[in-house]
């Protein structure tokens, strides 16, 4: 809750998109293997290049990553602390005319309608997870995108699963 009211620094840097999505992945494995959750048949691809740049905020970006990072993970829950045996995160990163745009998509359980429909007002304490989240991880995401003058969107399909699309201006520096 600190982050989503905390101020955003003005100050920027710039910083390797891939590096971000890296940290805030290993990050997110950490924390799961800490609580000693069975995450091996989840598998995570990165399709970024190397290069590709932007100025941000950097704890603050990596923290958006990471609760996307998270919820992509928990749409594999299958019961309390119990992931499913398979399935695949696919992070991607790409410059597009007006900046970059990030995905971060999974095939786990997706949001019937209802659920995506609340989800996507991006509001704290508002979450489809019954077994996990405090409905701050969205919320947080979606602050610090607007903060840095980009946008989220959200689209899940119940059973076939979810894509987040963040994209932050700027040329890229790449």
Not at 18 to 35: G, H, P, S
Not at 82 to 110: C, F, H, L, W
């Amino acid at each position: 809750i600190h982050t989503l009211v905390r101020k955003t620094p003005a100050g920027r840097t710039q910083e390797y998109v891939l590096d971000l999505l890296r940290k805030a992945c290993d990050l997110e494995v950490e924390n799961l293997l800490a609580k000693e959750r069975n995450i091996g048949g989840l598998k995570v691809s990165m399709k970024v290049s190397p290069d590709l740049r932007f100025r941000v905020s950097r704890d603050l970006m990596i923290r958006v990553f990471r609760n996307l990072i998270k919820n992509a993970y928990e749409s594999f829950l299958i019961a309390e602390a119990t992931y499913a045996d398979s399935g695949n995160i696919d992070i991607s990163a790409e410059q597009v005319p007006d900046g970059i745009e990030i995905r971060i998509k999974d095939n786990g359980m997706g949001m019937p309608a209802d659920e995506l429909k609340i989800a996507q007002q991006f509001r704290p304490r508002s979450t489809s997870k019954k077994l996990t989240g405090t409905g701050f991880g969205l919320a947080i995401a979606y602050a610090k995108i607007i903060d840095h003058k980009g946008t989220m969107t959200l689209k899940s399909k119940e059973n076939i699963g979810t894509v987040a699309t963040v994209f932050l201006p700027g040329k890229g520096d790449k």
